[in-house]
């Protein structure tokens, strides 16, 4: 019986082809799949660049292409007759000697820049790599075949240039050389490369069917008539992991908390997404997934119904919010919901107040600084330390701020209300007292979890932080997080250590959902500079990148609000005149005002119109921002005033840019950004 291996391209160009042929193509796979009667059987490829590589016919005029090795066939995509031949004839595959992972090479197109090459390095007298030995490079698994050409290159654009003909893990070695890094370096960025746990084994680079089991981004093997409508049906992120994803997701036992940081579209979602199903397959208890809110945790239920088809598995993990959480285990402690408490009603209370500071003041000073601390004393406030307040409190200022959050926290108790992070705060001291502190490595009997996966983590403040410790045992595989501080939207910015949360860091660098021109411009944007939380110090952009290119993101100014919207509209109709789905484009702005005023001019077009907030934790193939006016973004009502705190200032600043930043690194191929009168000082220029 054959062994049928698909890559991820088959799906994308089955998809795309017509119904009927794509039902004889899926019916023809499936006869191949059971060696019946009537299969379509691998005819050879007359002038291949790799003898393995073959067709089969699976429709009415058209060829899939497949490597073959024994019983073993990857299956790389269907296509047109002709068009099958020329794509067989094109590649040479291989297994990189380092890795062990399957490597595929564009033979044709790199014969044809060879003479280019060589006669630029017969007009050069400098080459790039002539520092680095033969036996460095076939260390790192540089094809033999591809080392003369590698001697030939003279400049790094030469190199970027070849980036598309070339397998990543030939293509990032190489780029860390380039880049000055040393052995050590390029070693890491190869490993970036790897999905699967380094084999103790040694390599055979002519064991095709090992390469592919150490290849899942590039193959998955379904051997059975189900497995395969799973990997043909299903969405492409379900069956398919970049490397660094799947090595994460799918680690075997990590033996402390987990933090895996990444810029936009890096993919940590679906990182913490096939971790949750990883740990339910495993049966080892009940798991909690949880992310900012609740309408991202709907998402991300919808999506766990997809990727497990197993009702069981399904069923142990449960997907929701910090606060629902806390919400259920106060309502259960006290035997019914508790009451919370609105912004206007506390804003009046801490005016109640008479401490020379305004209630804004007030209530962050609660939340940063005592709620953060967990401070219980007027004794133990006065001690602590104010992180990221820059505005000195004598003695008797603190005491009396202790005073008026006595005043306030009395009244709300006489009212039977609270906030949503004294709930947090309460159920981890709920939970406290149920469980103890369990520090062996049992199996939970008290805890509400034995898992706990956390998505969108940068905007937790420490009480949510102290709730999840609380929630689930100190043992193996107990946290496994996942964040970006630079996407952060609130002003929450802790270190888990500090609550803890004793976490080794992982770090996803390349997006694989934006072009490098949207990053780029996107980094400009955020700032580029450092962000805090999640880890002690700070978290750089530095080498975050991109793996493709698209187009430059328009920014367009107009005269008038009014004009702003028709230009919006024309956009957008464009944009679904071009076969864009409406479904996948967005629109969004920072007030609500311009919300409506958007929905009313696309209300018949079907198009997503919300907020900078809403557009949290989703992706769309086309994403428009409007209102990105001065005056408007930032927005003049969420800032504290110069004169009250100049460092809550700063980080309003911060949060500002980073909401329009998470809102505009949502595109997946364009972006447009519009304003009426004088733009944002956000924006690049």
């Not at 603190?398 to 309460?426: K, N, S, Y």
């Amino acid at each position: 019986m054959p062994r049928l291996a698909i890559s991820p391209e088959f799906p994308v160009e089955l998809g795309a082809l017509p119904q009927p042929v794509r039902r004889d193509v899926v019916l023809s796979a499936r006869r191949f799949l059971q060696n019946v009667a009537g299969a379509p059987h691998p005819e050879r490829v007359r002038g291949a660049r790799d003898p393995r590589v073959a067709t089969l016919r699976l429709a009415e005029r058209h060829r899939g292409v497949v490597v073959k090795q024994r019983d073993v066939y990857w299956l790389l995509t269907v296509l047109p007759d002709a068009e099958a031949w020329a794509y067989a004839q094109r590649y040479r595959f291989g297994v990189n000697t380092a890795l062990g992972v399957v490597e595929m090479w564009d033979a044709v197109a790199l014969d044809r820049v060879r003479p280019a090459m060589r006669r630029a390095a017969e007009a050069s007298s400098t080459r790039l790599f002539a520092d680095i030995c033969d036996s460095d490079l076939a260390e790192l698994g540089i094809d033999g075949r591809f080392l003369p050409l590698v001697r030939q290159i003279t400049d790094e654009l030469t190199l970027e240039a070849l980036e598309p003909l070339l397998p990543p893990t030939q293509y990032e070695p190489l780029a860390a050389l380039a880049r000055g890094e040393s052995m050590a370096g390029a070693w890491r960025e190869l490993e970036n490369c790897r999905a699967v746990p380094a084999d103790p084994e040694p390599i055979n680079p002519e064991d095709f069917g090992a390469a592919l089991l150490r290849s899942p981004d590039r193959a998955v093997f379904a051997d059975y008539p189900r497995e395969l409508n799973r990997v043909l049906e299903a969405p492409g992120w379900c069956v398919f992991l970049h490397p660094p994803q799947h090595r994460l997701a799918h680690w075997e036992s990590y033996q402390q908390p987990t933090l895996v940081t990444g810029g936009a579209g890096t993919g940590k979602t679906l990182v913490a997404l096939h971790r949750a199903a990883h740990l339910a397959r495993r049966g080892a208890g009940q798991i909690l997934l949880v992310t900012f809110s609740q309408g991202l945790s709907a998402d991300l239920a919808a999506k766990l119904d997809v990727l497990i088809e197993d009702e069981v598995v399904r069923k142990r993990i449960e997907v929701g919010n910090v606060d629902r959480l806390a919400h259920r285990i106060v309502a259960e402690a006290e035997g019914r919901p508790p009451s919370l408490v609105g912004g206007a009603e506390l804003t009046a209370l801490w005016e109640e107040t008479d401490t020379g500071h305004s209630p804004a003041f007030l209530l962050r000073e609660w939340e940063q600084v005592v709620l953060a601390q967990n401070l219980q004393t007027l004794d133990e406030y006065l001690d602590a330390p104010r992180p990221g307040r820059s505005v000195e409190l004598s003695g008797a200022e603190r005491t009396a701020i202790w005073r008026a959050i006595e005043h306030v926290t009395e009244q709300l108790r006489e009212r039977g209300r609270r906030t949503l992070l004294q709930l947090a705060a309460e159920a981890s001291t709920l939970l406290g007292q149920t469980t103890g502190d369990l520090l062996e490595e049992t199996e939970p009997t008290r805890e509400p979890y034995r898992h706990i996966v956390v998505d969108e983590a940068q905007d937790l403040h420490p009480a949510q932080w102290r709730l999840l410790r609380a929630a689930v045992p100190h043992t193996r595989d107990d946290l496994f997080i996942v964040g970006d501080p630079h996407q952060r939207i609130f002003d929450t910015r802790v270190a888990l250590a500090s609550v803890g949360i004793d976490a080794i860091q992982q770090r996803l660098q390349v997006s694989y959902r934006l072009p490098q021109e949207i990053l780029s411009w996107g980094v400009r944007l955020r700032g580029g500079g450092p962000a805090d939380g999640l880890v002690n110090g700070v978290q750089e952009l530095y080498g975050f990148r991109a793996r493709r290119h698209g187009p430059r993101p328009m920014v367009r100014a107009y005269d008038s609000p009014q004009d702003e919207l028709t230009g919006l509209a024309s956009q957008v109709r464009q944009w679904i005149q071009d076969g864009v789905p409406p479904e996948e484009i967005a629109v969004a702005a920072r007030t609500a005002e311009l919300v409506r005023d958007a929905r009313a001019v696309l209300r018949e077009l079907g198009v997503r119109v919300t907020t900078l907030h809403g557009m949290k934790g989703l992706e769309f193939r086309r994403v428009a921002v409007i209102g990105v006016a001065d005056g408007i973004v930032p927005d003049p009502a969420s800032l504290t005033p110069v004169g009250e705190d100049p460092a809550a200032r700063a980080h309003d600043l911060q949060r500002e840019r980073g909401l329009l930043y998470v809102a505009c690194t949502r595109a997946v191929e364009f972006l447009y950004v519009s304003h009426s009168g004088r733009a944002s000082p956000f924006l690049p220029t």
